[in-house]
Structures are given as structure tokens and as C-alpha cells.
């Protein structure tokens, strides 16, 4: 587990997409009235990384500009299909990871949102 002085005082709130369409049929999640909170005020450490693109044959991914980790407890349903804001940036979820497997603590990788 990563423990350092101040190491967890950012403060996360996930929030899930509540599958509203607009009025042609297509799924509206840039309104943000169509997302639910999950996790509200989760204490975290949120750390900065290399961002840009991935080309993986002949697809193109995002690559993973912040990492927040943070305890297991409060937010153990959190997918790729939700999103989360720290400290008022809004992200995309890349990947949601168990380091070592104890259940103990999560490793969120994030994309900024444009």
C-alpha cells in the first residue's frame, strides 16, 4: 500500500450514466443530469502521468494521463463505463485495477475529458 505524509487528500466523486437517449434516439452523455453519483468525497491520492495515444494495430486508444489510488471499500463497483471528477477536472476511466489482489486497494488509470 503507498503511504506518504498528505498522500490521500484529493477528494473523488464517481458517477454513472443513467442510459437517458435524446430526442433522436441517441445515448446523451455530454448532459450532465444523466449521470448518477456513486461515490461521493472518495479520499484518494491522484498522480500525474504521460499522456497522448496509443496505435495498436489499427486502433487508437487513449492513454492514461492520471492514476488515483485509493481503499477498496465504497468503491468496488466502478467500471470503465463510469467517470470520475478530482478536485473539479473531469476524467474518463481507462482501467480499474486491484494491485496486489488483497482487495485493500484500488488503482484508478484516468483520461482528462476535453
Given at each position: 500500500?503507498?503511504?506518504?505524509?498528505?498522500?490521500r487528500r484529493?477528494?473523488?466523486?464517481?458517477?454513472?450514466?443513467d442510459g437517458?437517449?435524446?430526442?433522436?434516439?441517441?445515448?446523451?452523455?455530454?448532459?450532465?443530469?444523466?449521470?448518477?453519483?456513486?461515490?461521493?468525497?472518495?479520499?484518494?491520492?491522484?498522480?500525474?502521468?504521460?499522456?497522448?495515444?496509443?496505435?495498436?494495430?489499427?486502433?487508437?486508444?487513449?492513454?492514461?494521463?492520471?492514476?488515483?489510488?485509493?481503499n477498496f471499500?465504497?468503491?468496488?463497483?466502478?467500471?470503465?463505463?463510469?467517470?470520475?471528477?478530482?478536485?473539479?477536472?473531469?476524467?474518463?476511466?481507462?482501467?480499474?485495477?486491484?494491485?496486489?489482489?488483497?482487495?485493500?486497494?484500488?488503482?484508478?488509470?484516468?483520461?482528462?475529458?476535453?
Amino acid at each position: 500500500m503507498r503511504k506518504r505524509i498528505g498522500y490521500r487528500r484529493h477528494r473523488a466523486t464517481f458517477e454513472r450514466y443513467d442510459g437517458t437517449r435524446d430526442s433522436y434516439g441517441q445515448l446523451d452523455t455530454k448532459n450532465s443530469n444523466n449521470w448518477d453519483t456513486v461515490a461521493l468525497n472518495w479520499p484518494c491520492e491522484y498522480v500525474s502521468t504521460v499522456g497522448g495515444e496509443i496505435l495498436r494495430g489499427i486502433m487508437v486508444t487513449d492513454k492514461s494521463t492520471h492514476v488515483i489510488y485509493g481503499n477498496f471499500a465504497y468503491v468496488e463497483g466502478i467500471t470503465v463505463e463510469d467517470r470520475v471528477t478530482v478536485n473539479g477536472v473531469l476524467h474518463g476511466i481507462n482501467a480499474v485495477l486491484d494491485p496486489d489482489g488483497t482487495r485493500t486497494e484500488m488503482r484508478i488509470e484516468l483520461r482528462k475529458e476535453k
